[in-house]
């Protein structure tokens, strides 16, 4: 089973960046992809971006192409959101979930919040 811990959300101005980081812990031997998710105030929870664990590579969604960057550290056990240009619309709660196999998260964060101020 793995851990995640997310951290690094806080308040920002429109137009700044954050950078969330996800610690993973436990058999992370397991781990095939890992997801940062997020949900609006009274939204449904919807995809970010996600990294392959073996071989690095990502998938955003449309909304934060170009602006946000997901990487990881297979040493560290870390995975980071790099969070460029912020929009009020980026407002909610994150969250970082890992998959054993595609598509299936099944582990999650308790989710770390991101306010953006315009």
């Known amino acids: 089973q793995v851990q995640l811990v997310e951290s690094g959300g806080g308040l920002v101005q429109a137009g700044g960046s954050l950078r969330l980081s996800c610690a993973a812990s436990g058999r992370t031997d397991n781990i095939f992809t890992v997801g940062w998710f997020r949900q609006a105030p009274g939204k449904e929870r919807t995809f970010v971006a996600r990294?392959?664990?073996?071989?690095?590579?990502?998938l955003y969604a449309n909304s934060v192409k170009g602006r946000f960057t997901i990487s990881r550290d297979n040493v560290k056990n870390t995975i980071d959101l790099q969070m460029n240009s912020l929009k009020s619309e980026d407002t909610a709660v994150y969250y970082c979930?890992?998959?054993?196999?595609?598509?299936?998260?099944?582990?999650w964060g308790q989710g770390t919040q991101v306010t953006v101020s315009s």
């Open positions: 979930a890992a998959a054993k196999t595609p598509g299936r998260y099944e582990a």
């Open positions: 990294i392959a664990w073996s071989t690095g590579s990502t």
